[in-house]
């Protein structure tokens, strides 16, 4: 997945969720921030981050922010990329061979999930539910989601549960959205509810799987998988 027209930039604050004051050339600019998480540890003050020019005619604002550095990591924080990346690795062969083929936003009971798979041989009946799940939190090295309580993405977990329950193969893919972590592992102490369901997840043959990607100022690729560390 590749960026058009990326510039730099220098974090200066975030107002709220939607928006971020940044410091581009020398002028300061109110972008828009393509991911609704807190992104405390990310978007600090002094910070350098790298945006997207708008495109559209009727946008309030000219750049999307969709990469920050920490220390020497550059962290895309693109709640958009991971399915759009996830999309193009599992076609590739990246999860299954042969790829099967994809149908995005899939609706089952009472959840949408972010794929149906469909192959020969995939399960009994050729289908398998798949959501997708963008990380951002990193601390030592290790990749943590979520980095703020998420009572959707329980729902999510209970929900290919019970898919699972009933047959259905189902999984869930953890992209980190950077380079070099160490494992995967759910964050017990933002979201212990999450955490928990997770476990319960695997245990009830939901499969669990994290890939970290390969990460630039105009690009971000799956590159291979991580340990998943769920105690």
Request: charged fraction near 25%.
């Given at each position: 997945?590749?960026y058009?027209?990326?510039?730099?930039?220098?974090?200066?604050?975030r107002?709220?969720?939607?928006?971020a004051?940044v410091?581009?050339?020398?002028?300061?600019?109110?972008?828009?921030?393509?991911?609704?998480?807190?992104c405390?540890?990310?978007?600090?003050?002094?910070?350098?981050?790298?945006l997207?020019?708008?495109r559209g005619?009727k946008?309030?604002?000219?750049?999307?922010l969709?990469?920050?550095e920490?220390?020497k990591?550059?962290?895309?924080?693109d709640?958009?990329?991971?399915?759009?990346?996830?999309?193009e690795?599992?076609?590739?062969?990246?999860?299954?061979?042969?790829?099967p083929?994809?149908?995005?936003?899939?609706?089952w009971?009472?959840?949408?999930?972010?794929?149906?798979l469909s192959?020969p041989g995939l399960s009994?009946?050729?289908?398998?539910?798949?959501?997708?799940?963008?990380?951002t939190?990193?601390e030592d090295?290790?990749?943590?989601?979520?980095?703020?309580?998420?009572?959707?993405g329980?729902k999510?977990?209970?929900?290919?549960?019970r898919?699972?329950?009933?047959?259905?193969?189902?999984?869930?893919?953890?992209v980190?959205?950077?380079?070099?972590?160490r494992?995967?592992?759910?964050?017990?102490?933002?979201h212990?509810d999450f955490?928990?369901a997770?476990?319960?997840?695997?245990?009830?043959?939901?499969?669990?799987?994290a890939?970290?990607?390969r990460?630039?100022?105009?690009?971000i690729?799956?590159?291979?998988s991580?340990?998943?560390?769920?105690?």
């Open positions: 997945m590749r058009a027209e990326v510039t730099e930039g220098v974090f200066l604050k107002p709220n969720r939607f928006i004051h410091m581009i050339n020398g002028r300061e600019e109110i972008c828009h921030v393509k991911n609704t998480g807190r405390r540890e990310l978007l600090i003050p002094g910070a350098r981050v790298y997207e020019k708008a005619l946008r309030k604002t000219a750049y999307d969709i990469a920050v920490k220390g990591r550059l962290i895309n924080m709640s958009q990329a991971p399915n759009q990346v996830a999309a690795w599992i076609r590739a062969g990246g999860l299954f061979d042969p790829p083929s994809l149908r995005p936003e899939f609706s009971g009472s959840s949408r999930f972010d794929f149906l192959s009994p009946s050729g289908q398998m539910l798949l959501e997708v799940k963008g990380v939190l990193e090295g290790a990749a943590f989601f979520p980095d703020a309580p998420t009572q959707r329980v999510h977990l209970r929900e290919l549960i898919a699972a329950g009933e047959g259905i193969r189902s999984g869930v893919l953890f980190v959205q950077m380079e070099q972590v494992f995967f592992s759910p964050h017990w102490e933002n212990p955490a928990r997770l476990v319960q997840a695997r245990k009830s043959g939901v499969e669990i799987w890939v970290s990607c990460v630039g100022p105009d690009f690729k799956i590159d291979h991580v340990p998943v560390h769920l105690e």
